[in-house]
């Protein structure tokens, strides 16, 4: 089994560890609902370090991104984040995915865990001129830095734009190393960073960020609460909620999509379906009382005749707003906002409505305040070493 370069360090808190994709990995290390309270509402650091990690680099990278995924790449400025979707020629999506530009003809690309060998093969096979594809995975480790109180500990850990990132920016950590780099991502829907460096630095960067949040309360976080978090912020997960027989429009992903590009893959189905419409919407629900909602449990037209209309794709208990919740995928005369549902559990059957996405949102966003300095054009890296 693959295991990260944070395995010993997790063994050593006495985490229950998991199977996740092939990668040993903690589910939790106290409860999971202790570690989702400690994100929302002080600090929760995570071992994020199964995610592959691939560089897109050389003079056609923009126009091979440009072939391969559905956002325009052209308008991503230099130390600048886009999410985006990588689709199959029938429109289905091959990933989700998180796309940093470092430089004029650099990108650091961020695959979900599952995906790495697929995602590589098809850049690689896909690319466009010259265009050099780099896995960097096997090096490399991530760290997530999640909760309100992140960019205060942060600062006095490390030399870098900490609180001045804006959402979806990248900088250079100077005091790690020349190929370190912080970024103001997110994965739970509170405030957040993402750590990516060398191995041979994560040990250290995680046991001083968390002695740094004791007194503030912070926790180790493992998968367990890192699937309510981004439930309750209505987020998707790949293989869940979407895979390769999912579209774009499908799982109400359409803002990602720069139908304006000349051309990309899979555009051509966007546009016939587009054209034709969907036969499933993804919509998010929530139960005033009764059970989770688990993945398949059948959801039901409201009336005498529980008619089947879909089902849930993920589902968890909001410690947030104290009620289940749910996402998936129904018919689209039955997907508007405020529209009452079915659950059907075990022959029960439980009322619920359609709400807009996301569950629970913080009351107050971070401010992109400040953005780092302008780059100069050369590489982010190169700069630093």
């Known amino acids: 089994m693959n295991k990260t370069a944070l395995n010993e360090k997790h063994r050593a808190l006495g985490a229950k560890m998991t199977d996740f994709h092939g990668w040993e990995m903690p589910l939790y290390y106290t409860s999971i609902l202790d570690e989702h309270r400690a994100v929302r509402q002080a600090l929760g650091i995570f071992d994020i370090s199964h995610m592959g990690q691939v560089l897109v680099t050389g003079p056609d990278a923009t126009r091979t991104l440009n072939h391969l995924m559905v956002s325009d790449f052209s308008q991503v400025g ?5 999410y985006t979707l990588m689709l199959n020629e029938r429109g289905g999506i091959i990933d989700d995915l998180i ?18 060998a697929i995602d590589v093969e098809w850049l690689r096979a896909h690319r466009q001129g010259n265009t050099t594809v780099t896995n960097i995975s096997e090096e490399r480790a991530i760290l997530a830095i999640q909760g309100p109180l992140a960019s205060r500990v942060l600062e006095t850990l490390i030399d870098a734009k900490v609180a001045g990132l804006g959402r979806f920016e990248i900088a250079p950590i100077r005091t790690i190393g020349p190929d370190a780099c912080i970024a ?26 968390l002695a740094a949040g004791k007194p503030q309360d912070a926790h180790p976080v493992g998968l ?16 869940a909620d979407m895979d390769a027989a999912t579209t774009p429009w499908e799982v109400g992903l359409d803002w990602t999509v720069a139908l304006g590009k000349p051309n990309f893959i899979g555009k051509d189905t966007l546009l016939r379906q587009r054209a034709q419409g ?38 968890t208990f909001s410690p947030m707003l104290n009620q289940p919740v749910g996402m998936g995928y129904v018919e689209p005369a ?46 982010l890296l190169e700069r630093l070493s």
């Open 78 to 82: 230099l130390n600048r984040a886009c």
């Open 99 to 116: 796309i940093y530009r470092l430089g004029e003809e650099e990108f650091l690309v961020i695959v979900n865990c599952g995906n790495r």
């Open 184 to 209: 103001r991502t997110g994965y739970t829907g509170s405030d957040g960073f993402e750590l990516f460096l060398p191995n041979r630095h994560a040990g250290r960067l995680w046991e001083a960020t």
């Open 224 to 239: 367990g609460a890192r699937d309510t978090l981004r439930v309750e912020a209505g987020l998707r997960l790949y293989g």
């Open 278 to 315: 969907v036969t499933r919407k993804f919509v998010g629900f929530v139960l005033p009382q009764g059970p989770v909602p688990r993945t398949g449990m059948e959801l039901t037209a409201p009336g005498a005749d529980h008619r089947r209309i879909g089902a849930v794709t993920s589902g």
């Open 334 to 379: 039955s997907a508007a906002v405020g529209a009452p549902l079915g659950l059907t559990v075990r022959a029960q059957r439980y009322a619920a409505a359609i709400v807009k996405l996301p569950f629970w949102k913080p009351e107050r966003k971070p401010s992109a305040v400040s953005s780092p300095a302008p780059s100069s054009g050369t590489h």
